[in-house]
């Protein structure tokens, strides 16, 4: 018994918690500060900047079959992305569907 | 329908029930398929360490954070210890303080429960926190609440789904569709957040988020270099925001 919940244990501890910590520590956070509050300014720059930096991350050190794509197709899929996206009146979903395209074809033909 | 008392409480539960409504049929236009997509590797990832598939799917609801299931299910794998592990996944969760933040400053109200501000914040997740930080602000502050679950729930149910759809599957996917699905979370960020800029300095803390990132992976590491970009990135949009906005003041 106490063997099959370990993995469910494991995770709530080692994943769980130290994940939850910093959206219950926003909370407490936030609760004592002003929501006009130029501070609340300043981190959604900080978050936007973060976000950006995730996708960086994420496009030049790929993991897994991402890592199969070539550099040119991960960054010329992202670059055609934004192009359609700003093309189609800031259309998120023209962005996504035209990176893909790209990307998915860009590992087609360089894989054998 | 004539005394108007009843019917205003009940005219006020229907719009609560038809935000609700707007933010489950948001989810599902787009958003909440993208972190569904995003979850379904953390199903193999569980499966290869040997954990059953009610963990890799209860993994996705407690944590709901792809990347820290990725290094969690990832670092086991690799046989890490677990406190380095809950180390490291609580630097990557940190992305969640400032996001958590933003989001409580339009969602909190009077009065409001502590219980019910920490379950507002377990549903924050890089999709729900873009999407939500270029819609919610033109909402009905009465609405955001309602809308908020309905995106989140939605978003967080689907995505339990997936993570099971991917514990099954498990690497039967073709190779080009498995690279256009972790494309899936990078792509839509891109354009989630830049739909969400409005003026230069939103444009500022994007741009510089990316270019600073990987020299600050390289000067700072890979434990703090997304805390690094996001500080300095961020601290100097908005410096350039505040300096616009004090000129504009003394001209005007």
């Known amino acids: 018994m106490i063997e099959m919940l370990a993995p469910y244990a494991l ?75 700003l093309a189609f009146r800031r259309s998120v979903f023209a962005g996504v569907l035209t990176g893909e395209t790209i990307l998915i074809l860009s590992v087609y033909f360089t894989q054998p | 329908m004539t005394s108007t008392t009843p019917s205003a409480v009940d005219d006020n539960k229907g719009q609560h029930w038809g935000a609700a409504l707007e933010g489950i049929k948001d ?92 379950a507002i914040a377990h549903f924050v997740t890089v999709t729900v926190w873009a999407e939500c930080l270029r819609r919610l602000p033109d909402m009905r502050v009465d609405d955001r609440i309602p809308y908020f679950f309905g995106f989140g729930v939605t978003c967080l149910v689907l995505s339990t789904f997936s993570t099971a759809f991917g514990f099954v599957l498990a690497g039967a996917v073709p190779i080009h569709f498995a690279a256009g699905l972790l494309f899936l979370t990078p792509v839509f960020f891109t354009c989630s957040i830049s739909a969400g800029a409005r003026d230069l300095p939103d444009w500022l803390a994007i741009g510089m988020g990316a270019v600073l990132e990987p020299l600050a992976l390289h000067f700072a590491g890979p434990e703090f270099d997304l805390l690094v970009t996001g500080l300095v990135g961020g601290t100097v949009a908005f410096m350039i925001k505040m300096n616009r906005r004090t000129r504009v003041g003394t001209v005007g």
């Not at chain 1, 936007?48 to 794509?69: D, I, R």
């Not at chain 2, 609801?61 to 990725?70: I, L």
């Not at chain 2, 969760?93 to 969602?107: A, V």
């Open chain 1, 11 to 85: 995770m709530l501890v080692v994943a769980a918690v130290p994940t939850g910590i910093w959206r219950a520590g926003a909370v407490v956070l936030s609760r004592s500060i002003s929501s006009q509050s130029l501070v609340f300014e300043w981190v959604r720059f900080v978050a936007t900047a973060l976000l950006a930096g995730v996708v960086a991350k994420l496009l030049a050190n790929p993991s897994g079959a991402l890592a199969l794509a070539p550099d040119w197709g991960r960054l010329g899929a992202v670059v055609a992305a934004f192009a359609a996206f």
């Open chain 2, 27 to 118: 989810a599902l236009r787009l958003p909440a398929w993208v972190v569904a997509a995003a979850l379904i590797g953390v199903g193999p990832l569980a499966q290869a360490v040997g954990h059953p598939i009610g963990a890799a799917m209860a993994s996705t609801v407690f944590v709901w954070a792809g990347p820290a299931q990725v290094l969690f299910y990832g670092g086991l794998g690799s046989g890490m210890a677990y406190p380095a592990l809950a180390f490291v996944i609580g630097l990557s969760s940190m992305r969640f303080l400032p996001m958590t933040m933003t989001i409580m400053q339009m969602l909190r109200r009077p009065n409001q429960s502590i219980l019910t501000q920490f």
